[in-house]
């Protein structure tokens, strides 16, 4: 009789396909956030108007930035569920360890960064939709149709690095929240105290720095090495961090 030793990648595909079936309410709830942004949205983000005596025009600006502000936070919160007890504990209906586990959180949560970038930067064209046929408003293109492309392209690789960058700050808090229940108070104290020493002591450079280095990157090369380290590195103290949780 021959005894089937599981192998770590194995565990991890088993490990990634179960997850990706039993979490599937996740992207309800995104579903719903981003809906609830298109509609917000609706508001325009900016606008402008110029009058004459026969003829007054009108100018607004509409964006999903919203809606990619709104799937940031849905990733955030998501990561911090799969570091909760009950998730968890699914793990272990397979012959696994801590780091199979991390792995496979990983993969999911890539997955659903890609997803979730996608349908955020796709959101443009159902509001399009809606405000040209609904609200008869006329759009005014000023670039050509590869140039467009090439926007949407960049537009939804950005989306989902953003997305997966927030899904692993999302995970390191929730891992730090299990190892010890304080610091649920500790890192928004922490996160908040920054902010007023910065405004306190006025270091609006360093302020524009850290603004410029993860949001107005011009080479979509560059931002991706830069957004992918920190990813790494984050998820990387992560796992080592969830070592030290109990095992059941």
């Known amino acids: 009789m021959f005894l089937a030793k599981p192998t770590t990648v194995s565990v991890i595909k088993k490990q990634y396909k179960y997850k990706s079936k039993a979490y599937l309410d996740v992207y309800f709830s995104l579903v719903v956030l981003q809906v609830i942004s298109i509609l917000l949205s609706f508001a325009g ?9 026969t003829m007054n025009i009108n100018i607004t600006y509409f964006s999903v930035d919203i809606v990619i502000v709104f799937t940031m936070i849905w990733g955030f919160i998501t990561a911090i569920q799969l570091t909760t007890k ?27 960064s890609i997803i979730a970038g996608i349908t955020a930067m796709l959101s443009t064209f159902l509001q399009k939709s809606v405000l040209y046929y609904i609200g008869g408003t006329n759009f005014i293109a000023d670039m050509s149709l590869f140039d467009y492309a090439k926007q949407i392209i960049i537009g939804i690789g950005s989306g989902i690095l953003y997305v997966l960058l927030f899904c692993a700050l999302g995970y390191v808090v929730g891992t730090l929240v299990q190892l010890h229940k304080s610091f649920t108070f500790i890192i928004p104290a922490s996160f908040f105290g920054i902010l007023f020493i910065i405004e306190s002591l006025g270091l609006y450079d360093l302020r524009t720095y850290l603004f410029e280095f993860l949001f107005s990157e011009p080479s979509f090369v560059i931002f991706t090495l830069k957004i992918l380290s920190i990813v790494a590195v984050v998820f990387t103290c992560a796992t080592l961090m969830s070592n030290k949780l109990e095992v059941r």
């Open 45 to 53: 983000a900016n606008s402008m108007g110029v009058g004459t005596p």
């Open 86 to 112: 009950n998730y968890r504990n699914d793990d272990f209906s397979f012959v696994t360890n801590r780091v199979n586990s991390n792995i496979s959180n990983g993969l999911f949560l890539l997955t659903a």
